[in-house]
């Protein structure tokens, strides 16, 4: 029975991660919204380019030949900020070029090997752009 235990520790930080992933590299520790309605839309938002941000990573893994999980979250996210408006302009062969660069630059953005890796559950401060309220 206790063999079990590291699997769900693992799959337990795999969603914990994913949770840093929305609420720090696409800014969704603080929502603007003033009403539900606006709430659930801008949490909506931020799934959804969540999800389109996995899939260029998933993508960029078939070209790359590794795992999706061994690609920087964050990193997918700045390249794909960067090659943005290659995209949005590009059209024919000058746009499958821009999309081929997008993926292997995704592709080189590596997690570095981190074998048992055991992070300690603590309370971390982070830096935040509003004041503290008291």
Sequence with gaps: MSSCYPDLYH?????????RDLKQAL??????GHTPE?????IW????????????????AQVRECSPRQIRFAGAKQ???ALRVG?????????????EA????IGGHRIGTRPGRSDPWAV????????RMT
């Design 79 to 81: 390249a794909l900020e």
């Design 11 to 19: 799959h337990r930080w795999r969603l914990e991660l994913n949770i």
């Design 38 to 42: 606006m709430m659930r839309r801008e």
């Design 45 to 60: 938002a931020h799934l959804l380019a969540y999800n389109v941000i996995r899939q260029v990573i998933a993508q960029a």
């Design 124 to 131: 971390k401060r982070r830096p935040k752009i509003y004041a």
């Design 102 to 105: 997008l993926l292997r630059a």
């Design 87 to 99: 995209l949005q302009v590009g059209e024919g062969d000058l746009w499958g070029r821009h999309v």
């Design 27 to 32: 800014g969704m520790a603080h929502l603007r």
